[in-house]
């Protein structure tokens, strides 16, 4: 074990736990309207008194740090609904592959070589100075780990921890083949590498189904309630229906959240239809999953009665507009899923395809992606409702607790604090739109998680952020040298029967739709 990971993982970050008062902060400008500026007191976690005007004057707290706002504007932070810290070592790689010949390389289908446990804490810390920098406050890692490695979860626990975020980490599970999840793969598969791609060894449910018990029992709630665990089902094409049922069955034993990738591709469209039982949203109502502790990833690919059995259960959508465009995948139909009454939240997915970690990104992403000369203007998505996806609705897919995002007594301290003083709000018009539209990551200046400092004046208080990024460098390079060929070669080897799996459904959907 790397040394400096020893001392990570035996002694946690300690973050102060002093009261905060921020004064004379300016309130999120909207539609040209001034709101008045407040004082905000914060103490164990939570604000404890907001005052306006001349109450301003008698806000005080003896032993409180002190955050002078008078160029600062305060909001509720950004909440990243789906992220893979597992691929923060390849942003930029394979540019121009659909989503399926990609998996083949970052996650081969044969096996990818093992890491250092201490490259999994690397790449989630990667993420964690992405987001904070960002204005992220709370984030859902579905932290790919198929083989149930505990300690490569705790590496990312300890990183979560280390960062001051709050963080909901995934186990993963799945039990059907590969081939299984792609439609027409096994007949077209070459005998022999069937064979092998058949007798990858899969825990049993039962050995899934533990794991996951003594992770959630070991770390959920801890890091003062930042850490969650949850349940991480691979997509319904890798899943069989006993494993959903006992994925199902664990949410409620747990009161647990569910995170599920759900046709993200045109593929797993025809997967869906092909699999016996009705399709996949038949498959996840019959086996008790289509419920409100379901997020679902992606959801591009959905026809009009998946969206009204989504609404209807309550079930969340996860939106990564970076990714789908970047791989290829298509667009979620958010105008749609929003006006039946889904809640859809906003996620940059892994840095494999998103590309990075940053939510001010994404923001922008779903501002403008969104509109069309076939729709009329009234119906476009714009930054408010971005804003609202990347805020309200993140917190409610991560199941935070009520009131979050509110500036009230009570409400958990998980704010931000804007430059007033930047550059794109000159002259200042409305901050969402103008923090969506014209700047970036760079217009956030301080990151309060919990009542604590993660940044303050756009360097990263919780951690050692030189430190980190040094050592990343370095494992990073070793990571090139020593598992990407591996990776390349994985692709290589499926390229030829994913193609032609692709080539038939791409086929198939054009004779469907002359």
């Not at 996949?280 to 009204?308: E, M, P, S, Y």
Request: charged share 20%.
């Amino acid at each position: 074990m790397h040394p400096s990971n020893a001392q990570s993982l035996s002694r946690p970050t300690v973050l102060s736990s002093d009261p905060l008062l921020i004064v004379n902060a300016q309130r999120a400008v909207r539609a040209g309207a001034r709101p008045p500026r407040v004082d905000v007191l914060i103490d164990h976690g939570r604000i404890v008194s907001v005052a306006e005007g001349e109450a301003r004057a008698r806000l005080s707290a003896g032993n409180a740090r002190r955050i002078d706002a008078s160029s600062l504007i305060l909001l509720p932070g950004l909440v990243n609904a789906h992220v893979h810290s597992n691929e923060a070592f390849e942003r930029g790689l394979y540019p121009a592959l659909p989503l399926e010949r990609w998996l083949a390389r970052t996650y081969p289908p044969l096996g990818a070589p093992a890491v250092p446990p201490r490259w999994h804490y690397l790449r989630a810390m990667l993420v964690a100075c992405d987001a904070i920098r960002s204005g992220t406050v709370a984030l859902q890692d579905d932290f790919l780990n198929p083989a149930c490695d505990t300690e490569s979860l705790e590496q990312v626990v300890s990183a979560w921890a280390d960062s001051g975020l709050r963080a909901s980490i995934a186990t993963t599970l799945g039990d059907r083949p590969y081939l299984d999840g792609l439609p027409g793969a096994r007949e077209r598969c070459d005998p022999l590498l069937a064979r092998s791609l058949d007798a990858r060894p899969t825990l049993s449910i039962a050995d899934q189904s533990r794991f996951f018990t003594a992770a959630h029992r070991r770390w959920h709630g801890t890091s003062s309630g930042r850490i969650q665990l949850m349940l991480g089902p691979r997509g319904p094409q890798r899943c069989s229906d006993a494993l959903m049922s006992e994925v199902a069955m664990l949410s409620r034993d747990h009161d647990s959240a569910v995170h599920m990738h759900v046709l993200e591709t045109r593929t797993q469209r025809a997967a869906s239809r092909l699999q016996a039982g009705g399709g996949f949203f038949a498959r996840l109502a019959r086996t008790g999953l289509l419920n409100d502790k379901l997020t679902i990833n992606h959801a591009v690919w959905v026809d009009d009665q998946d969206i009204h059995a989504i609404a209807d259960s309550g079930a969340f959508v996860t939106h990564n507009p970076l990714s789908n465009q970047r791989l290829g995948s298509g667009t979620s139909p958010v105008r749609r899923l929003r006006s039946a009454g889904v809640r859809v939240a906003l996620g940059t997915d892994g840095p494999a395809t998103g590309d990075t970690a940053c939510m001010a990104a994404v923001l922008r992403a779903g501002s403008l992606l969104h509109r069309d000369a076939d729709t009329h203007a009234s119906e476009w998505l714009g930054p408010d409702e971005a804003w609202e996806m990347a805020t309200h609705r993140g917190a409610e897919s991560m199941r935070l607790e009520r009131g979050w995002g509110k500036l009230e007594p009570g409400a958990p301290a998980d704010l931000i604090l804007l430059n007033a003083r930047h550059r794109a709000l000159i002259p200042h018009h409305d901050t969402v739109a103008q923090w969506a539209l014209s700047a970036g990551a760079d217009l956030v200046d301080t990151v309060i998680v919990h009542g604590a400092l993660l940044m303050q004046g756009g360097r990263i208080t919780a951690f050692d952020e030189q430190r980190i990024l040094d050592e990343a460098r370095e494992a990073g390079e070793q990571w090139r040298e020593q598992v990407q060929p591996a990776l390349e070669a994985s692709g290589a080897m499926f390229d030829p029967l994913i193609g032609q799996v692709l080539d038939e459904v791409r086929t198939a959907a054009m004779h469907e739709a002359s």
